[in-house]
């Protein structure tokens, strides 16, 4: 995978313009960050930073996504595979503890993965700003540009800070109205304890420089110290126009200057999952000779050109109600009281703006906290959940025009095929690969933490619906034949040598597995079934596509019917197991046995009417609670099942309860999958195509009889735009990419269409054409 390293440049500047308070695409606050989760976040998707906006004291975290404790390592466990068939038999005689406790020589070697790591933190000190007025810090979503301004006498002083992909850097210009007027200190500083400081003389540069390499570290959840050996080194170059500014080990200090840029790169010795021989210094070396001849208009006319090119694909208006003149965190208070369709808006486009800032070509993918992290123990490591938290974060990427930013989900599924063959065949005797429930930087896949929960293997193929929607959004056919489908093949064949007959049913069953993570071990949980049917069904028609494998799809085919089938319960409930053993008072928050509903597609209100009210009744058992990437998910369930007003009030609970004043989502604590899962879900209000058809406003809500969305993908490769009024469709404009045939259906109404490559058809509320 080719690596980039990624640098912070802060120009301090001549006072410029002051945004609008009613700005709609800016989340803004009158006051300076208190705590982390208040802090704004930038990012450019492998360096990520968390910006304060203190006056007299300013703290920038950083995150650099290759920073992990560890080792390359394999995980694996040589008594797993001779331990499976006990296992399969104590859960067939229905011996549930026991085979918990036996299951245990199934685990991962060592129990537990790696950890995401805090790279260090940029502090400014302005020794003059001690007393000040007139604040103001925000975050503009359609540049991408975090800014503070307020006033200190009779000057005023502003901050911009963004990251650009192109120059691999983070940005900052603080500006005065008045010259001379900059008397600051730059200092790093870094939560590990193994670093130097150190200043460097490069003629008209003051440089800083900070590295070392990770400690041995104390796990608290294994009482065991862990081993870590990546180096990593960052280095903070200033520029001064004007003034005078000296570097020692304490810092950079900056006395009345005019301008001042610096420029902060970060890079580690990670090389890839296997490889941690690469050079931090060297690195850092080649960005700061290439990042400090720019000016500071250049890196900024770059980073916004290459970010608008995504932002800008999709456009949104709900309508709005003038409450953008309230600061964000009185707005999100507010919204379970007020009407703020807007916010709505504005938390949609947020969800866009952190998958461009956490996942780009060359990263590592969005991990539970994307790339901002500031704990050396973070919540659950910081890792990639796969038994729904990655997924989630990558619901928006192609419905919402962001199809680039998949790619590094589609790295790391390259890389688990290796580990996850390994785990397959020394775990399970089977042919292909697998993932359990996590995996970290090293690639983990065997299963991890407790076999209650951690014995899980359908994390890729879950992984691999990605590759395969990657292909039904875009119609890549390369794509498909060099990089999804060879994936795919391998997590079929994994499934093809590991269902079993189950001895009661005759039906082939997953076991064992769990249902995440409720329940415990078990033989035959719903979503297994659900997941592998996709696989199975998503590996037949790509196999048609591409003309290959012609005895592997009629097996596929074969052993697709004869996996146990969703099925309905007794309290009229979708069965989370192959037993009825469902508690209509379970109000886990997980609803794993509905992935059929959505993310899958093999439930649908039209098509299976029976099946899709019985999710309806598993819903109303879960409850409308649970933590802020659940109810993410029921908005999208609700919207599935064209009940907009319940999928609307799943947001409202999300948006009201699950917000952070950053507009993070929490679990508690921060996660950032509910804010990818809410962008999903109100899309899938809008757009719906996983039914044979392009299905307009499917579930749109009482609370947004208004408005237009430009830009959103469907399936078959097409481009729709839609605008309503008064709860019903105006106009629809669908663009063909490729030229294929599409059913497009406004309510009762279908129309089937046979588009020419690039042709765009408007259609009204009649799916009549517009002339």
């Not at 106009?731 to 030229?739: L, T």
């Given at each position: 995978?080719?690596?980039?390293?990624?640098?912070?440049?802060?120009?301090?500047?001549?006072?410029?313009?002051?945004?609008?308070?009613?700005?709609?695409?800016?989340?803004?606050?009158?006051?300076?960050?208190?705590?982390?989760?208040?802090?704004?976040?930038?990012?450019?998707?492998?360096?990520?930073?968390?910006?304060?906006?203190?006056?007299?004291?300013?703290?920038?975290?950083?995150?650099?996504d290759?920073?992990w404790?560890?080792?390359?390592?394999?995980?694996?466990?040589?008594?797993?595979?001779?331990?499976?068939?006990?296992?399969?038999?104590?859960?067939?005689?229905?011996?549930?503890?026991?085979?918990?406790?036996?299951?245990?020589?199934?685990?991962?070697?060592?129990?537990r993965?790696?950890?995401?790591?805090?790279?260090?933190?940029?502090?400014?000190?302005?020794?003059?700003?001690?007393?000040?007025?007139?604040?103001?810090?925000?975050?503009?979503l359609?540049?991408?540009?975090?800014?503070?301004?307020?006033?200190?006498?009779d000057?005023?002083?502003?901050?911009?800070i963004?990251?650009?992909?192109?120059?691999?850097?983070?940005?900052?210009?603080?500006?005065a109205?008045?010259?001379?007027?900059?008397?600051?200190?730059?200092?790093?500083?870094?939560?590990?304890?193994?670093?130097?400081?150190?200043?460097?003389?490069?003629?008209?540069?003051?440089?800083?420089?900070?590295?070392?390499?990770?400690?041995?570290?104390?796990?608290?959840?294994t009482?065991?110290?862990?081993p870590?050996?990546?180096?990593?080194e960052?280095?903070?170059?200033?520029?001064?126009?004007?003034?005078?500014?000296?570097?020692?080990e304490?810092?950079?200090?900056?006395?009345?200057?005019?301008?001042?840029?610096?420029?902060?790169?970060?890079?580690?010795?990670?090389?890839?999952f296997?490889?941690?021989?690469?050079?931090?210094?060297?690195?850092c070396?080649s960005?700061?000779?290439?990042?400090?001849?720019?000016?500071?208009?250049?890196?900024?006319?770059?980073?916004i050109?290459?970010?608008?090119?995504?932002?800008?694909?999709?456009?949104?208006?709900?309508?709005?109600?003038g409450?953008?003149?309230?600061?964000?965190?009185?707005?999100?208070?507010?919204?379970?009281?007020?009407?703020?369709?807007?916010?709505?808006?504005?938390?949609?486009?947020?969800?866009?703006?952190?998958?461009?800032?956490?996942s780009?070509?060359?990263?590592?993918?969005?991990n539970?906290?994307?790339?901002w992290?500031?704990?050396?123990?973070p919540?659950?490591?910081?890792?990639?959940?796969?038994?729904?938290?990655?997924?989630?974060?990558?619901?928006?990427?192609?419905?919402?025009?962001?199809?680039?930013?998949?790619?590094?989900?589609?790295?790391?599924?390259?890389?688990?095929?290796?580990?996850?063959?390994?785990?397959?065949?020394e775990?399970?005797?089977?042919?292909?690969?697998?993932?359990?429930?996590?995996t970290?930087?090293?690639?983990?896949?065997?299963?991890?933490?407790?076999?209650?929960?951690?014995?899980?293997?359908?994390?890729?193929?879950?992984?691999?619906?990605?590759?395969?929607?990657?292909?039904?959004?875009?119609?890549?056919?390369?794509?498909?034949?060099?990089?999804?489908?060879?994936?795919?093949r391998?997590?079929?064949?994994?499934?093809?040598?590991?269902?079993v007959?189950?001895?009661?049913?005759?039906?082939?069953?997953?076991?064992?597995?769990?249902?995440?993570e409720?329940?415990?071990?078990?033989?035959?949980?719903?979503?297994?079934?659900?997941?592998?049917?996709?696989?199975?069904?998503?590996?037949?028609?790509?196999?048609?596509?591409?003309?290959?494998?012609?005895?592997?799809?009629?097996?596929?085919?074969?052993?697709?019917?004869?996996?146990?089938?969703?099925?309905?319960g007794?309290?009229?409930?979708?069965?989370?197991?192959?037993?009825?053993?469902?508690?209509?008072?379970?109000?886990?928050?997980?609803?794993?046995?509905?992935?059929?509903?959505?993310?899958?597609?093999?439930?649908?209100?039209?098509?299976?009417?029976d099946?899709?009210?019985?999710?309806?009744?598993?819903l109303?058992?879960?409850?409308?609670?649970?933590?802020?990437?659940?109810?993410?998910?029921?908005?999208?369930?609700?919207?599935?099942?064209?009940?907009?007003n319940?999928?609307?009030?799943?947001?409202?609970e999300?948006?009201?309860?699950s917000?952070?004043?950053?507009?993070?989502d929490?679990?508690?604590?921060?996660?950032?999958?509910?804010?990818?899962?809410?962008?999903?879900?109100?899309?899938?209000?809008?757009?719906?195509?996983h039914?044979?058809?392009?299905?307009?406003?499917?579930?749109?809500?009482?609370?947004?009889?208004?408005?237009?969305?430009?830009?959103?993908?469907a399936r078959?490769g097409?481009?729709?735009?839609?605008?309503?009024?008064?709860?019903?469709?105006?106009?629809a404009?669908?663009r063909?990419?490729?030229?294929n045939?599409?059913?497009?259906?406004?309510?009762?109404?279908?129309?089937?269409?046979?588009?020419?490559?690039?042709e765009?058809?408007?259609?009204?509320?009649?799916l009549?054409?517009?002339?």
């Amino acid at each position: 995978m080719k690596r980039f390293i990624f640098v912070c440049a802060i120009v301090i500047a001549p006072f410029s313009t002051i945004y609008a308070s009613d700005a709609p695409w800016r989340l803004w606050y009158d006051q300076p960050a208190k705590e982390w989760v208040e802090a704004l976040p930038v990012g450019n998707g492998s360096l990520g930073a968390m910006i304060f906006g203190g006056v007299e004291s300013e703290r920038i975290q950083f995150n650099e996504d290759t920073l992990w404790t560890g080792v390359p390592r394999d995980y694996i466990n040589p008594e797993a595979q001779e331990t499976l068939p006990i296992v399969r038999r104590l859960l067939f005689e229905g011996k549930q503890k026991e085979a918990e406790q036996a299951a245990g020589s199934m685990m991962s070697i060592p129990l537990r993965q790696e950890a995401y790591q805090p790279f260090g933190d940029l502090i400014l000190e302005f020794p003059d700003h001690q007393v000040y007025s007139d604040y103001r810090r925000e975050l503009n979503l359609e540049n991408a540009v975090a800014a503070v301004h307020y006033r200190v006498g009779d000057a005023t002083f502003k901050r911009e800070i963004f990251s650009s992909y192109p120059d691999h850097s983070i940005v900052m210009r603080i500006s005065a109205d008045k010259p001379g007027q900059i008397n600051m200190k730059a200092a790093l500083q870094s939560p590990h304890p193994q670093v130097e400081i150190q200043p460097l003389d490069q003629g008209r540069y003051k440089t800083l420089r900070i590295f070392g390499q990770l400690d041995s570290y104390f796990n608290q959840r294994t009482k065991k110290w862990m081993p870590s050996v990546l180096r990593f080194e960052a280095r903070l170059c200033v520029i001064t126009d004007g003034g005078e500014a000296a570097a020692s080990e304490e810092g950079i200090s900056i006395q009345k200057a005019d301008s001042v840029t610096l420029i902060l790169c970060a890079a580690t010795s990670y090389q890839n999952f296997r490889d941690i021989g690469g050079d931090p210094a060297a690195k850092c070396e080649s960005v700061i000779k290439a990042v400090a001849g720019k000016d500071y208009s250049e890196l900024r006319k770059t980073h916004i050109a290459d970010y608008q090119e995504l932002f800008k694909r999709v456009s949104i208006d709900l309508g709005e109600t003038g409450a953008a003149r309230l600061p964000t965190n009185e707005r999100i208070k507010q919204f379970s009281e007020n009407n703020d369709p807007q916010l709505i808006s504005l938390y949609f486009q947020y969800g866009r703006y952190l998958l461009i800032s956490s996942s780009r070509p060359g990263s590592q993918p969005a991990n539970l906290q994307g790339i901002w992290n500031q704990e050396l123990q973070p919540p659950w490591d910081s890792k990639w959940t796969c038994n729904i938290n990655t997924e989630m974060n990558y619901w928006p990427a192609e419905m919402c025009g962001l199809s680039e930013c998949h790619e590094p989900l589609f790295d790391m599924i390259e890389d688990l095929v290796i580990t996850g063959g390994k785990v397959a065949k020394e775990h399970y005797g089977c042919r292909g690969w697998v993932l359990h429930h996590n995996t970290d930087i090293w690639r983990g896949a065997a299963p991890i933490n407790a076999t209650n929960h951690g014995i899980w293997m359908t994390g890729g193929a879950w992984l691999c619906q990605h590759l395969w929607m990657h292909y039904a959004y875009t119609q890549e056919r390369e794509f498909l034949e060099k990089r999804a489908y060879p994936a795919m093949r391998g997590a079929a064949l994994f499934f093809t040598d590991f269902l079993v007959e189950d001895p009661e049913t005759g039906r082939l069953i997953s076991t064992p597995s769990n249902s995440p993570e409720n329940g415990g071990l078990v033989a035959g949980p719903t979503m297994d079934h659900q997941i592998i049917r996709n696989l199975f069904q998503n590996c037949i028609e790509a196999s048609r596509i591409l003309g290959v494998d012609d005895d592997l799809r009629r097996l596929w085919t074969d052993l697709k019917k004869r996996i146990a089938p969703s099925q309905i319960g007794q309290y009229g409930q979708l069965q989370e197991w192959l037993k009825d053993i469902d508690n209509p008072k379970n109000t886990h928050r997980h609803v794993s046995h509905l992935w059929g509903l959505h993310p899958g597609d093999e439930i649908t209100p039209r098509q299976t009417p029976d099946l899709a009210e019985a999710c309806k009744v598993t819903l109303s058992h879960r409850g409308d609670g649970g933590t802020g990437w659940s109810k993410a998910w029921k908005v999208n369930f609700w919207a599935r099942l064209h009940d907009g007003n319940h999928s609307y009030k799943m947001l409202s609970e999300l948006l009201s309860n699950s917000t952070l004043p950053n507009m993070f989502d929490t679990h508690p604590p921060f996660q950032i999958d509910g804010n990818f899962g809410g962008a999903s879900g109100i899309t899938e209000m809008l757009l719906q195509s996983h039914a044979d058809e392009i299905d307009l406003l499917p579930a749109l809500p009482d609370a947004l009889p208004a408005g237009r969305i430009t830009g959103l993908r469907a399936r078959g490769g097409f481009e729709i735009d839609l605008a309503w009024d008064d709860g019903k469709l105006t106009k629809a404009k669908i663009r063909s990419i490729s030229g294929n045939k599409a059913a497009i259906r406004y309510g009762d109404k279908v129309k089937e269409i046979r588009f020419k490559p690039d042709e765009a058809i408007e259609l009204d509320n009649r799916l009549d054409a517009i002339r």
